[in-house]
């Protein structure tokens, strides 16, 4: 009997397959999101698979015309982490960053946050 061929792969080989996997998800995803076809907002709201463990910080630079500086100030003005993953947001928190990408004043979007919007 031959015990190799019926045994999965390694944890370490499955790991870099799924890593890879997640990679070009999210390389499609912040390509998608450059040229416009998806907004930050529906990312943040609809939190799909490859952006559950992405930083807010990467997506939001991912948008044209958004360096770093630009990113930090938006994020302390709601105030949150650049390093604050998508995937661990509440709900509360995706609305409000959704409100104010989408330029609304709705409810949930807070005043620095608006203030920030408005300036921009």
């Known amino acids: 009997m031959?015990?190799?061929a019926t045994a999965p792969a390694p944890q370490h080989m499955r790991a870099l397959a799924r890593a890879n996997r997640v990679r070009?998800?999210?390389?499609?995803?912040k390509r998608q999101v450059a040229e416009g076809e998806l907004t930050v907002a529906d990312v943040v709201l609809d939190c799909p698979w490859e952006a559950e463990s992405m930083a807010i910080a990467d997506l939001l630079m991912s948008q044209r015309r958004w360096g770093r500086t630009r990113c930090r100030r938006?994020?302390?003005?709601?105030?949150?982490s650049e390093t604050k993953t998508i995937?661990?947001?509440t709900e509360r928190?995706?609305?409000?960053?959704?409100?104010?990408?989408?330029?609304?004043?709705g409810?949930?979007?807070?005043g620095l946050?608006?203030?920030?919007?408005?300036?921009?």
């Open 2 to 4: 031959d015990a190799t």
């Open 107 to 110: 409810e949930g979007a807070s």
């Open 24 to 29: 070009l998800a999210r390389a499609e995803l």
């Open 87 to 89: 995937g661990s947001m």
């Open 113 to 120: 946050a608006l203030a920030w919007a408005a300036g921009r």
């Open 74 to 80: 938006f994020l302390s003005a709601l105030p949150m």
């Open 93 to 105: 928190q995706r609305r409000e960053l959704a409100a104010v990408l989408g330029g609304e004043a």
